[in-house]
């Protein structure tokens, strides 16, 4: 009698070994599983953000390069102007001139914008970048009798930012 009682224990130290076993096997493999799909999940979502990034940069080239061309003949043409026309047509010509190279700048900016944000931090000066931002207006805001002033008590110390976004938001 004592020994089929062991045989029970025995048994049934067995079947709970092995359903304690099982469970453990059955939870590690269902972390894993977890862990790989999140994984896939996180690699889908940047293939998906590369590839919107490849098709903004492909469009953002396109559009500059349809714009840069037209912006190429104003120019050539306002520096062929500046040295034929008479002297009073010369300051709308200069004007135009600097409005392309505006531009010009504004669609290496597009450019630059549509290549992912990296850590392109750096130290700016932020009293000359609003100066030079209003120069960018001056003619502009002279023909509408506009006034600015910049007051600058003390120079500013560098600030670590990126110097073209910085431009655009003052622009």
Not at 50 to 72: K, Q, W, Y
């Amino acid at each position: 009698q004592a020994l089929f009682e062991a045989i029970a224990a025995g048994e049934r130290a067995i079947w709970m070994g092995a359903a304690l076993a099982g469970l453990f096997l059955y939870a590690t493999l269902f972390w894993l599983v977890r862990r790989a799909d999140n994984t896939i999940r996180a690699q889908r979502e940047r293939l998906v953000q590369s590839e919107t990034f490849a098709a903004i940069g492909e469009m953002s080239s396109a559009v500059a390069h349809g714009i840069r061309n037209p912006l190429a003949s104003i120019r050539s043409s306002a520096e062929l102007a500046l040295d034929s026309r008479p002297a009073d047509w010369r300051g709308e010509a200069r004007d135009i001139v600097e409005q392309v190279d505006r531009l010009e700048s504004w669609v290496r900016r597009l450019l630059s914008y549509s290549q992912p944000l990296g850590d392109k931090a750096e130290p700016v000066q932020v009293g000359a970048l609003v100066q030079a931002s209003l120069a960018g207006f001056e003619r502009e805001l002279d023909r509408r009798h506009i006034r600015t002033t910049v007051e600058i008590d003390v120079p500013l110390p560098p600030v670590r930012a990126d110097a073209l976004m910085l431009e655009h938001v003052f622009n």
